[in-house]
């Protein structure tokens, strides 16, 4: 059997695309240009490209005049763009039109202006000098050169780079370029010259200087404004543009420039410059235009100045025309419509010649209509939009089409089953339209036979198969298509089970069984909720299972509960397309029920109401109600009354009162627990007495005749309203009155209570209440605090001093006897016996040590030295100060003369003793310092002689070094002496003015000065 592979269409289709011929249509146009004279590159390249089949080609107009690129060798042609070479002003200045060609017909583009930049020189010639009298205003010309486009003016004042600073006094023109001084001054006599800036050049040109000099016949008295430099009487400007307004004015005293729209307000985007003397408008609008008067006033009067601002837009299309086929004979009816002001015209072209009314032709306000077209009326049609400010063109092809018929496939194999309606169709391409006349095995058929020449058969039977014939004709010839029909018997399909619950996690199997006719194939679509359904995006919940060609299984495993729904089996042959569907239930936790609404709020209950959500196939059994407030762990279980599932209120109670809750409800089946509701606004519970009592009441320190009592505050959550604090009530062991304090301040922790009348340590019987704006709360249980013990009462006894050096003493004491007032720490006071105390030293022991060195002292110095105790409440008494003079300095001379003998290990080292000076302490020994280099530990040892033996360890050198003791501690240390002990041999070295040591005829070791 033939079966035509449909897969092939779109090649088909792609191939006749591209095969297929159309006009050129342009992918750019040239654009507006302006060359500079002065650029290196005499080369002008104007930019055109269009795409068509067959591939177009070009031509140029050059202001309406076609370019012969072969006769002038200026001009050349590569791909569209059109080169100018040596381009000049005189010749090439003007508007250029691309025309794109090809067999199907021609377009040509919008116009561009090329347009030529350059600065021309300034005359040489001297310019004369100008002479006013002060306060007179001045014009100072600029005579601009030769020049395109625009340039900018700006004035040099005597000379580079001091330019004329404009302000209300001066003002450059930029449509004139002249200098305006409305009121001469002393200072502007000098030198002025014009510069001028072509815009797209750059390029720069000075003026000859103009001299400005005061006249000496007196000065100018007052006189009104006169408006020298001001916009034209009528401003044309393109929508969207910036608008700039100048309006100058000379006068003494300086004018001051005002402007107003005389219809309406200036806009609100338009901005005032150069000291009011320039009108900006950005982005002008038709909104914008409007007649604009500036007013110059000064003291002597007021002059104005009028002027009309016109504000017109290019054409805009509102409606373009678009590429037609239409049958010979038929009618053409385009319409292209565009905005603009002034309102644009049309006129059309086709294949780039003006197209002008016949009697077959009308145009018409854009409208352009053909009757009964010829195939000479093919081509590339373009409608143009214009108004004196700009054209705009909308392109379209229009095909006549004259052909005989034809079917892009033929022939055709469709299969139908038994009792369904069959449409054939016959819709081949040919113009004009074809007589279709339809037979059956060679004889004419009178069927149903619809508008569209399409065959219907109602009802069909196997009678109705065979090869049918569809005939089409018309004066170019004829065509006929084969549709060869077979009827086969209906597919049955059978999905089980139909309908089926399971629960959450569980797993079940759909089972999709066809009966259809066994010479077609069929293929299988597998739908959920009428969704084709994607087992790969479903997370491995879904598997397609097929065991034999006429069965498909469905197995959902782990199901969850968006797997709820009807599945669908849609069975699919050449022939026919069945679906059967099954309906899946799965019962799961309950959805969350619907807004929590509270009903009614008391101080500790809260009355709440909510809605059903889905039980998921699995009865509601119960609700659950949960609260969190700002002070809460989250979400807390709060209590009520037993809800079942069929209630939809319930009470929360034992709440707290003056805190802000939010409720949710979470509802449980046999399942399980569902996921919450959608919290209920926040309300805040009533307020209430409160029944907390503070926690941890203590107290103690304080200064002397102080209580001092704290406690923990009580949070928020049991403060039950507003205007919340304490009561703080206390009375002294053995008494029988409480005397209560309020402490305002709900987060206060402590309080302080004065009264020189009780002895320290005095005990005290406390408690701490709270209360609020409904009144007062409980008190805490009673406790025993004392008041403070005070600063300390006594000094240290027995304070004693001794020299242990000439910079270090130490001093001992006893505390003070027991009692109130006991010291934390002691303060060490030393001053020298000729100065105050309070120019001395003060040191704190780190806690209750009795004993303490006191450092960094001055040698063979008499000190006083006094102690104190002190605690967290202040400081005692000190001791009476005792003298004690600390030891003379150590001796500053370091021993000298050191010799060392070196045997295998043991160095005997020598020096001579050091006498101490009269100031200084007797010698009464020496230490000597053994360090192995490149360690920081040392090895002492002390001699009372000018002599020692070192024994030394192996390998490595050592220094060593020599320092006198005495009472007055250390003192200056040795040079260094560096000893190898790897040599073994016997060695002698004496230290007095050597630099190094030598053994055995060589460099043995090193002294170090």
């Known amino acids: ?140 010309m600029c005579a601009p050169p030769p020049h395109s486009p625009e340039i900018i003016y700006s004035w040099v004042f005597n000379e580079l780079p001091s330019f004329v600073a404009e302000d209300s006094r001066r003002f450059i023109s930029q449509e004139t370029g002249n200098l305006y001084i409305s009121k001469v001054q002393p200072s502007d006599v000098g030198s002025y010259v014009c510069q001028v800036k072509n815009t797209v050049t750059n390029a720069r040109v000075l003026s000859p200087p103009t001299p400005l000099t005061l006249k000496t016949d007196g000065v100018m008295g007052e006189y009104e404004p006169k408006i020298e430099a001001h916009f034209p009487q009528t401003v044309l400007a393109a929508k969207g ?223 109705d198969e065979g090869s049918y014939v569809c005939r089409a004709e018309n004066q170019f010839g004829s065509a006929e298509l084969t549709t060869v029909l077979l009827v086969k018997e209906p597919m049955r399909v059978e999905l089980s089970p139909i309908r089926v619950e399971v629960t959450v996690g569980e797993s079940v199997v759909l089972s999709c069984k066809v009966t259809h006719d066994p010479s077609l194939d069929v293929s299988f679509l597998w739908l959920l909720n009428n969704q084709p359904l994607n087992t790969q995006q479903e997370g491995g919940h879904f598997e397609y299972i097929q065991t034999q060609s006429s069965t498909a299984d469905l197995m959902i495993r782990s199901i969850l509960l968006k797997h709820a729904g009807k599945y669908g089996c849609r069975a699919q042959t050449s022939a026919d397309s069945v679906l059967a569907e099954a309906e899946l239930l799965v019962r799961g936790p309950p959805g969350p029920p619907g807004v929590v609404i509270v009903e009614e709020i008391t101080d500790t209950t809260a009355t709440l109401s909510w809605s059903h959500g889905v039980d998921n196939h699995s009865p509601i059994t119960t609700y659950n109600v949960q609260a969190r407030s700002p002070v809460s762990l989250g979400w807390q279980t709060v209590k009520t009354e037993p809800v079942t599932g069929n209630m939809e209120s319930a009470m929360a109670v034992e709440l707290n009162p003056w805190v802000e809750y939010e409720f949710r409800v979470v509802a449980t089946n046999g399942i399980g627990t569902g996921d919450p509701s959608t919290p209920s606004r926040a309300v805040r519970t009533k307020e209430a007495v409160p029944s907390v009592a503070p926690a941890n009441v203590r107290g103690g320190n304080g200064r002397r005749h102080e209580l001092v009592i704290s406690w923990e505050p009580v949070s928020e959550e049991f403060q039950n309203g507003e205007g919340f604090g304490y009561i703080v009530a206390f009375r002294a062991n053995g008494t029988r009155g409480w005397k209560e304090k309020m402490v305002t301040s709900a987060d206060s922790t402590t309080y302080k209570y004065r009264d020189e009348t009780f002895p320290p340590l005095t005990p005290f019987e406390v408690r701490v209440g709270v209360y609020n704006n409904k009144g007062d709360g409980p008190f805490s249980e009673v406790v025993t605090v004392f008041s403070a013990e005070g600063e300390p009462r006594e000094p240290p006894s027995e304070v004693q001093a001794f020299a242990i050096s000439s910079s270090e003493i130490k001093v001992m004491w006893k505390p003070p006897n027991p009692g109130p007032g006991r010291p934390q720490g002691y303060e060490v006071s030393s001053w020298k016996d000729m100065e105050q105390e309070e120019m001395g030293k003060k040191k704190r022991t780190m806690g209750n040590e009795t004993t303490m060195l006191l450092t960094g002292l001055d040698g063979n110095t008499q000190y006083l030295i006094s102690v104190k105790g002190f605690n967290s409440v202040g400081q005692g008494p000190a001791s009476s100060p005792i003298k004690i003079s600390t030891k003379k300095n150590a001796p500053s001379l370091p021993p000298g003369n050191l010799m060392w003998i070196q045997e295998g290990n043991n160095v005997s080292l020598s020096w001579d003793p050091v006498k101490a000076r009269d100031n200084e302490s007797e010698v009464i020994g020496y230490k000597v310092l053994l360090r192995q280099e490149g360690r920081g530990h040392s090895q002492v040892m002390r001699t009372p002689n000018s002599a020692v033996v070192l024994t030394l360890p192996e390998g490595g050198t050592y220094i060593i070094e020599v320092r006198a003791v005495s009472e007055g501690g250390e003192g200056a240390a040795s040079a260094q002496v560096r000893v190898l002990t790897s040599s073994g041999k016997r060695s002698l070295c004496v230290f007095s003015d050597l630099k190094m040591c030598t053994f055995g005829g060589r460099l043995d070791g090193l002294i170090s000065l």
């Open 241 to 463: 543009i910036t608008v700039r307004l100048e309006c100058f004015a000379l006068g003494n005293p300086v004018p001051t420039i005002t402007w107003r729209k005389m219809s309406g307000n200036i806009p609100k985007k338009a901005r005032l410059r150069k000291s009011q003397a320039v009108l900006e408008i950005p982005n002008i609008q038709l909104e914008d235009s409007g007649s604009y008067e500036c007013k110059a006033e000064n003291t002597r009067g007021g002059t104005a100045f009028r002027g009309h601002l016109q504000v017109y837009t290019l054409p805009q299309w509102i409606s373009m025309i678009n590429d037609t086929q239409l049958d010979s004979g038929e009618q053409l009816h385009w319409e292209c419509r565009a905005t603009g002001k002034p309102r644009p015209t049309y006129r059309w072209l086709r294949n780039g010649e003006p197209l002008n009314s016949q009697s077959r032709v009308e145009m018409v306000n854009g409208e352009l209509i053909i009757h009964r077209l010829q195939q000479a009326d093919s081509g590339m049609y373009q409608c143009i939009a214009e108004n004196k400010y700009g054209a705009i063109y909308s392109s379209a092809e229009l095909k006549i089409l004259a052909s005989a018929p034809v079917f892009s496939t033929n022939p055709i194999r469709l299969i139908a089953t038994v009792g369904k309606d069959v449409s054939l169709e016959c819709r081949p391409r040919a113009s004009p339209k074809p007589r279709i006349s339809w037979r059956k095995n060679d004889r004419r058929v009178q069927i149903m036979l619809l508008r569209n020449n399409t065959l219907r058969i109602i009802n069909s039977s196997r009678s």
């Open 1 to 140: 059997s033939y079966t035509l592979n449909y897969s092939l269409f779109p090649f088909f289709t792609l191939l006749y695309e591209q095969s297929e011929e159309f006009g050129p249509v342009f992918i750019q146009e040239p654009d507006d240009a302006i060359f500079s004279l002065d650029s290196d590159d005499k080369k002008v390249i104007m930019n055109c490209e269009a795409r068509g089949n067959p591939v177009p080609t070009y031509s140029w107009l050059i202001n309406g005049t076609i370019v012969d690129a072969e006769a002038d060798f200026r001009y050349s042609l590569i791909d569209g763009n059109l080169i100018i070479h040596n381009a000049s002003e005189a010749i090439d200045y003007g508007r250029y039109q691309c025309r794109a060609e090809n067999s199907i017909g021609t377009v040509q583009s919008r116009d561009a202006l090329l347009q030529f930049a350059y600065l021309g020189a300034f005359s040489g010639r001297a310019r004369g000098a100008v002479s006013v009298r002060e306060g007179q205003g001045v014009v100072l």
